[in-house]
């Protein structure tokens, strides 16, 4: 009833036909049953990593000490790994020891969710011990054995939970979730990688909004308190109709599926629990929550060690998330000046997202207003308008030839010609800039 392809299979057999065991397992076989592309396949085999490296030309030793050999076939590589048991654990994080294993069972045991814990080879077909298709068809994450002594084990698979709920549309099954909710504090010990990697992969799955699940269970408050502070935080004004949390939640589902967006959407208003004063009529205000939501993000980005790219991104995204540049060519050539013009249509997507998850009778009006924004933006995109240095017709050198001096005062002089040329793309020409130039440099 599954498709192997024929790369897994020629491993397959070649393992088989030196005496091991071998099988399609755990993320692959899950994915092939449910009809979706695995986006790897996995194999579990009998033989040690040495046995495995023997039988292929080309093989790298990914993690040799965990039982993992990468076999390359032509520019594919797949991941072996040697039957296993996780021995004991340490503080809720990594087996103290791996010990290899005769039996597939024992590795199937180690795993974390039934649907995950099933293996596959064409000769003995499908290898279910714990009903993962019965899980799958009623669409349930389910421990393999009892949750809370896997997740005493292993911490972090208590994200992985709902992650997988998410990713799936699953429920979690009652005891799994009762287990999370008296074992979310283990997840301090858990490293800020692991974290980071089933975060991710819980908000650009087509259910963000399980995010709720890991709230209601207390894992936000371990790992994420600052979302736990934006469901308290109610915003009775005209703009909305439900409390921060809540909102960011449904302007989450309002975006694609993309790391930076999503994240984006996800701290967009961190600031506002900070931000909020409620004035005389009871009207609250949250003047100045950018700022705070854009350093917020960036210190929970960093600790759950993000890269600097990522950071930059979504800091900036979120900073200018309420802009609302003034609806002429001028203004949202400065805008796209501003916000850079790799994140501005991003931009736009944050915005329409936000407006899309507020009160909807707002909304008919913000929407067109950011249409308008939109139009000139693509406007400026067919005319090649310049809005950056790099668009400017001359640059730094042309100016020294000029006779102005390399320094501070060059970067200013070329800083106010871009704002003219922004006020007025015409301006972008040569001779007219360098008379500018020298004019303002004299100025100086
Ligand atoms: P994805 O599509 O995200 O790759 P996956 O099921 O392949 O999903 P991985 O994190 O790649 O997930 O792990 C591969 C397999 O290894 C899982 O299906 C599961 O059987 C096992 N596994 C991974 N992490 C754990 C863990 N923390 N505890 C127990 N088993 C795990
Ligand atoms: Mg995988």
């Known amino acids: 009833q599954i498709e192997i392809p024929e790369k897994v299979n020629r491993i397959i057999s070649t393992l088989a036909a030196a005496g091991y065991e071998a099988y399609a397992v755990g993320g692959c076989v899950r994915d092939a049953l449910l009809g979706r592309e695995p986006a790897d396949w996995d194999i579990t085999t009998s033989a040690s990593p040495y046995q495995v490296k023997a039988l292929f030309a080309r093989t790298i030793d990914t993690g040799i000490q965990h039982g993992t050999v990468t076999v390359m076939l032509g520019k594919e590589g797949f991941e072996v790994t040697t039957y296993r048991l996780d021995g004991e654990y340490e503080d809720c994080r990594h087996p103290k020891e791996v010990v290899f294993t005769k039996s597939l069972l024992e590795d199937l045991k180690r795993r974390d969710f039934t649907i995950n814990a099933m293996a596959y080879n064409e000769e003995r077909g499908l290898v279910d011990e714990f009903d993962g298709v019965g899980d799958l068809k009623r669409g349930i994450i389910r421990c393999v054995g009892e949750a809370r002594e896997r997740f005493q084990e292993d911490a972090l698979r208590m994200l992985r939970a709902v992650r997988f709920a998410a990713q799936l549309g699953f429920v979690l099954d009652e005891q799994t979730k009762q287990a999370i909710c008296e074992l979310r504090e283990n997840l301090r010990k858990v490293s800020a990688e692991r974290i ?182 693509e406007q400026i995109l067919k005319e090649k308008d310049c809005v950056t240095l790099k668009q400017m017709v001359i640059t730094g050198r042309d100016l020294m030839m000029e006779g102005i001096p390399a320094g501070p005062g060059l970067g200013e002089v070329l800083s106010k010609l871009l704002d003219l040329v922004i006020e007025d793309p015409k301006r972008n020409e040569k001779t007219w800039l360098l008379a500018k130039a020298k004019e303002i440099y004299k100025a100086s």
């Open 196 to 377: 980071q990697t089933e975060l991710v992969k819980l908000l650009v799955s087509p259910h963000p909004e399980r995010l709720l699940e890991a709230w209601e269970t207390g894992m936000t408050a371990v790992v994420l308190p600052e979302f736990d502070a934006c469901m308290a935080c109610e915003q009775n004004n005209p703009h909305h109709s439900y409390s921060v949390g809540v909102h960011t939640i449904k302007s989450m589902g309002e975006v694609e599926a993309d790391k930076v967006l999503r994240l984006t959407m996800l701290f967009h208003d961190f600031g506002k629990p900070q931000a909020k004063t409620t004035d005389a009529n009871g009207i609250d205000h949250f003047r100045g929550h950018q700022k705070i939501s854009e350093e917020l993000a960036g210190g929970i980005l960093r600790r759950l060690k993000f890269d600097n790219e990522t950071i930059r991104q979504v800091k900036k995204l979120v900073s200018c998330h309420d802009d609302h540049p003034a609806r002429t060519p001028a203004g949202v050539r400065r805008a796209v000046n501003r916000i850079g013009t790799d994140l501005f249509p991003m931009y736009l997507k944050v915005q329409r997202a936000d407006i899309m998850a507020q009160n909807p009778a707002t909304r008919e009006d913000k929407l067109a207003k950011l249409y308008v924004v939109t139009e000139l933006y």
